[in-house]
């Protein structure tokens, strides 16, 4: 092996002691050490927070150098390797069509990649018709950097909104768009932290964050007087503000959580009034969803990490009133809940394998002890719930994957219980026949 001309560039060591805890006025939520400790971080000064030391970035130049010196004696086996990797991807490709808000729709929804180019074209269909909505190739040519998230579509499907960041910050601008005109709406919204925003009838809630990109507030943009309103601030440093809504779109809920603690708060369209769901209480995690006149909360609270589900009215949300709905078991993970209007589909996992189950309601009861399990023809189950926003539905769609079956979409009537493959995810050059999956347990 040819011998190396450069030596591996060296970190130095520095002698900064860092302060832990309390520190000066910052807010770092509760329980913290004060006073507050010091300890030795030799390599502080790799912390550059504004991307703009020099010092920082010439030690990550000379180790860019050092590796492709290192690396340019195996350029012939990496050129294979790659070649190799290409050859088992389909570049052109298009995404399932899906409709949007109800299945009556005239257009159905997709994305369409094209060989040779590094971003997705957002299309929809309508019978033959094939309509390109927004080509972020286009949009991305001669800019140093660009990234396009949030794309989304009214429920009206009169607009298309999306963010663009072009400078890396991971600050979005919002365009919203009007589809037949393709004419921008003109607005008076800021930057959006992660496009982390909520687009419904003429109002977009949206979130901020504080100097050090933690999300802390909630904001609410009406697109009639184009004014901006402050909903919810969160000054802890060791929480973040998120965004949601019911499936039903019944109720929008501001989560307030950190890493082990969930605080949630809930309002309606109707009345802007924050409303907290139940006290905050510590190391207690939850989320919740609503269904008809209840809502249920999957919750860690009682010793169960594996999280167990529990119903409320939507009257009475405080923790006094929740109830056992799908009891505790220590051998069940619970991943979700996904109300429909007629159906409940559970997502969990148990030994290593992931289903959904489907719980029926009729006649206002939720007929929980004939509750049944989607069956999947594979050794090793591995679930994804596709959520196409229709809430009155009996077929859902959902994708099925292992390490020997590629992505395969499937729709499921909720009625019949019978399974439909729509089509599995091309990978040119692979036989499955050649390979085998197992899961072996080990006590």
């Given at each position: 092996?040819?011998?190396?001309?450069?030596?591996?560039?060296?970190?130095?060591?520095?002698?900064?002691?860092?302060?832990?805890?309390?520190?000066?006025?910052?807010?770092?939520?509760?329980?913290?050490?004060?006073?507050?400790?010091?300890?030795?971080?030799?390599?502080?000064?790799?912390?550059?927070?504004?991307?703009?030391?020099?010092?920082?970035?010439?030690?990550?130049?000379?180790?860019?150098?050092?590796?492709?010196?290192?690396?340019?004696?195996?350029?012939?086996?990496?050129?294979?390797?790659?070649?190799?990797?290409?050859?088992?991807?389909?570049?052109?490709?298009?995404?399932?069509?899906?409709?949007?808000?109800?299945?009556?729709?005239?257009?159905?929804?997709?994305?369409?990649?094209?060989?040779?180019?590094?971003?997705?074209?957002?299309?929809?269909?309508?019978?033959?018709?094939?309509?390109?909505?927004?080509?972020?190739?286009?949009?991305?040519?001669?800019?140093?950097?660009?990234?396009l998230s949030g794309f989304s579509i009214s429920d009206d499907e009169k607009y298309m909104l999306y963010g663009t960041d072009e400078t890396g910050?991971?600050?979005?601008?919002?365009?919203?768009?009007?589809?037949?005109?393709?004419?921008?709406?003109?607005?008076?919204?800021?930057?959006?932290?992660?496009?982390?925003?909520?687009?419904?009838?003429?109002?977009?809630?949206?979130?901020?964050?504080?100097?050090?990109?933690?999300?802390?507030?909630?904001?609410?943009?009406?697109?009639?007087?184009?004014?901006?309103?402050?909903?919810?601030?969160?000054?802890?440093?060791?929480?973040?503000?998120?965004?949601?809504?019911?499936?039903?779109?019944?109720?929008?809920?501001?989560?307030?959580?950190?890493?082990?603690?969930?605080?949630?708060?809930?309002?309606?369209?109707?009345?802007?009034?924050?409303?907290?769901?139940?006290?905050?209480?510590?190391?207690?995690?939850?989320?919740?969803?609503?269904?008809?006149?209840?809502?249920?909360?999957?919750?860690?609270?009682?010793?169960?990490?594996?999280?167990?589900?529990?119903?409320?009215?939507?009257?009475?949300?405080?923790?006094?009133?929740?109830?056992?709905?799908?009891?505790?078991?220590?051998?069940?993970?619970?991943?979700?809940?996904?109300?429909?209007?007629?159906?409940?589909?559970?997502?969990y996992k148990y030994l290593g394998d992931i289903f959904l189950n489907v719980i029926a309601y009729k006649d206002d009861k939720y007929l929980l002890?004939?509750?049944?399990?989607?069956?999947?023809?594979?050794?090793?189950?591995?679930?994804?719930?596709?959520?196409?926003?229709?809430?009155?539905?009996?077929?859902?769609?959902?994708?099925?994957?292992?390490?020997?079956?590629?992505?395969?979409?499937?729709?499921?009537?909720?009625?019949?219980?019978?399974?439909?493959?729509?089509?599995?995810?091309?990978?040119?050059?692979?036989?499955?026949?050649?390979?085998?999956?197992?899961?072996?347990?080990?006590?």
């Amino acid at each position: 092996m040819p011998k190396q001309t450069l030596k591996p560039p060296v970190a130095k060591r520095t002698r900064p002691y860092v302060p832990f805890g309390k520190h000066k006025s910052e807010k770092r939520g509760k329980g913290i050490m004060n006073p507050p400790k010091k300890m030795l971080d030799q390599y502080f000064w790799m912390r550059s927070d504004n991307r703009s030391s020099r010092q920082v970035l010439n030690h990550l130049q000379k180790e860019n150098k050092y590796t492709e010196n290192v690396m340019k004696q195996h350029q012939t086996q990496t050129d294979e390797i790659f070649q190799e990797m290409k050859s088992n991807l389909q570049e052109t490709y298009d995404s399932y069509p899906f409709p949007h808000a109800k299945w009556d729709s005239e257009w159905k929804y997709f994305i369409r990649n094209v060989e040779g180019k590094s971003y997705p074209i957002h299309c929809r269909i309508s019978g033959d018709t094939t309509e390109i909505l927004l080509d972020e190739n286009e949009m991305a040519r001669n800019k140093e950097t660009f990234d396009l998230s949030g794309f989304s579509i009214s429920d009206d499907e009169k607009y298309m909104l999306y963010g663009t960041d072009e400078t890396g910050n991971e600050k979005y601008n919002l365009e919203i768009v009007d589809i037949s005109t393709r004419q921008k709406i003109s607005h008076n919204l800021p930057e959006i932290p992660y496009c982390d925003y909520h687009f419904h009838e003429d109002v977009i809630f949206y979130t901020q964050s504080d100097p050090t990109n933690r999300v802390c507030e909630l904001w609410r943009y009406d697109m009639k007087s184009k004014e901006n309103v402050m909903m919810y601030s969160n000054d802890d440093e060791l929480v973040s503000v998120g965004i949601s809504c019911s499936c039903d779109q019944e109720y929008f809920f501001v989560e307030a959580s950190s890493f082990d603690t969930s605080d949630i708060y809930y309002f309606t369209s109707d009345d802007y009034t924050m409303k907290q769901f139940t006290p905050r209480e510590e190391g207690v995690l939850y989320d919740v969803e609503h269904h008809h006149d209840h809502f249920f909360v999957i919750t860690n609270r009682g010793d169960c990490p594996n999280f167990k589900i529990m119903i409320t009215p939507d009257t009475r949300t405080s923790v006094d009133n929740w109830e056992v709905f799908v009891p505790y078991n220590s051998s069940v993970f619970i991943i979700g809940l996904f109300p429909l209007e007629h159906f409940l589909i559970m997502k969990y996992k148990y030994l290593g394998d992931i289903f959904l189950n489907v719980i029926a309601y009729k006649d206002d009861k939720y007929l929980l002890e004939n509750m049944w399990t989607i069956e999947i023809d594979d050794p090793i189950k591995n679930i994804s719930y596709v959520d196409v926003d229709i809430y009155d539905t009996t077929k859902i769609f959902y994708v099925h994957r292992s390490l020997n079956t590629p992505n395969t979409l499937f729709q499921y009537d909720l009625i019949t219980r019978e399974t439909k493959n729509l089509r599995q995810h091309p990978v040119p050059n692979y036989d499955k026949t050649l390979y085998e999956t197992k899961r072996i347990y080990a006590t």
